[in-house]
Structure formats: structure tokens, C-alpha cells
């Protein structure tokens, strides 16, 4: 069975990996006119406004810009969910997992009480934090970060590390929320505003 790759943390029953990235509400950026666009793979260095394509949309409604191979569906408004399809190329996909795979652990979660990481039977994956220096200077990772940030109209360094997490058979997160519930966290950058979730691989 071939591992799937996501950009967030769910709870799935086949063997996976999920990417997540993590915003948080530390400034808004002071032009929004860049962050509008929205990177087409199947184009090299083509862009095109996302603005046009989701603001205008109804729940349930998907735009398929032609030529693009990029879906944008929203699911919901409140909560806001927006579904955008083919965001990452395979050759991405398969760098994050090649990047990630070596440094797997087990999962952690928040202590509410200090802050800190600890294991819990809330969360059973495997994970790697895509952190190190050599990680970061990483242009296919600098590259997609900024995609995160034209997407999500958020400046990349209000993103937490890219965090790739992996789920085997039988393996979950139970139902959670993403937003910091102690002060240690917050202090360190503010409230999360948003997750963003990328497949890099279909489970089977």
C-alpha cells in the first residue's frame, strides 16, 4: 500500500502522510494586491486571481478554470472551507516526502498547563517538522509557502514550521480543535487564523 501525503492533521484509516502548515494572526500584511494570485503549476510562473474565483461562489459551487487543471470548490463559509485541487505538482510531493521520511516520530500534542509537547492516545501518527535549516532554505518549500500565502492573503513568516505527518492503518487524531487553548503558545506568535491542508498522495 503506497503512503498518501495531506497538508494538515486528520483522522484517515490507510497509511499516509499528512503535510501541515499552521497561520497565525500576527500582522497583517500591508498589500494584499499580490496575495490575490494564485500559482498554476501547469504553467511555469503563470498566476491567476483567486479572488475572482472564490468570493463569488455559494456553498456547493466549484469553478475548473479552464487550461488550469486548478478546482476551487467551497464547502463552507462559516466555518470557511475552500477546497482547491492540483495546488501541489507530483515532483513537489514527492520532495516533501523524501524531505520528511527520515526524520518521523511520534506525534505530540499541546500541554494547556505549560505549553509544552507531550505524547497523547488522542494521536497515534507519526510526524516530522520540515524545520532545519537546510530544510528551510529548501526552494521547493520557500516556493510553497509563498503559494500558502497568496492563498491565504497571510505573510509566509505568520506560518508555523511545515509539519509532514504520517498515518498508518489504524492510526487517527481525534476530532480537535486547531486554535491555542493556553498562553504559552500565544505568546510566541498569536492565535492561529487557519490550517491548510495539502494531499500529497491518494490513500488506498
Known amino acids: 500500500m503506497k503512503p498518501a501525503f495531506v497538508l494538515s ?39 491567476q486571481n483567486i479572488n475572482s474565483m472564490v468570493p463569488s ?12 487543471g486548478i478546482r476551487v470548490e ?11 485541487d492540483n495546488i501541489l505538482s507530483p515532483e513537489e510531493c514527492d520532495e516533501f516526502i523524501q524531505m520528511a521520511t527520515p526524520g518521523m516520530e511520534k506525534s ?4 494547556v498547563a505549560n ?14 517538522f520540515l524545520s532545519s535549516h537546510a530544510q528551510k532554505s529548501n526552494p521547493t518549500l520557500k516556493t510553497v509557502e509563498e503559494r500558502l500565502a ?6 509566509p513568516e505568520n ?13 487517527y487524531y481525534r476530532p480537535h480543535h486547531d486554535f491555542f487553548a493556553d498562553e504559552f503558545n500565544k505568546k ?16 488506498e
Open 115 to 128: 505549553g509544552k509537547s507531550i505524547p497523547s492516545s488522542v494521536r497515534t501518527s507519526t510526524g516530522s
Open 108 to 111: 505530540t500534542v499541546v500541554n
Open 57 to 68: 461562489l455559494l456553498v456547493g459551487q466549484e469553478v475548473d478554470q479552464e487550461n488550469t
Open 74 to 84: 467551497v464547502i463552507s463559509w462559516e466555518p470557511r472551507i475552500i477546497v482547491v
Open 159 to 171: 506560518g508555523e514550521a511545515i509539519q509532514v505527518l504520517r498515518y498508518e492503518i489504524g492510526q
Open 150 to 155: 497568496h492563498i491565504t492573503m497571510l505573510p
Open 188 to 203: 510566541r506568535g498569536g492565535q492561529r487564523v487557519c490550517t491548510v491542508l495539502m494531499y500529497l498522495s491518494t490513500p
Open 9 to 47: 492533521a486528520v483522522v484517515l484509516s490507510t497509511l499516509m502522510f499528512v503535510f501541515v502548515a499552521y497561520m497565525q494572526l500576527r500582522s497583517l500584511p500591508e498589500s494584499t494586491s499580490g496575495a490575490q494570485q494564485l500559482y498554476n503549476d501547469n504553467e511555469a510562473g503563470a498566476t
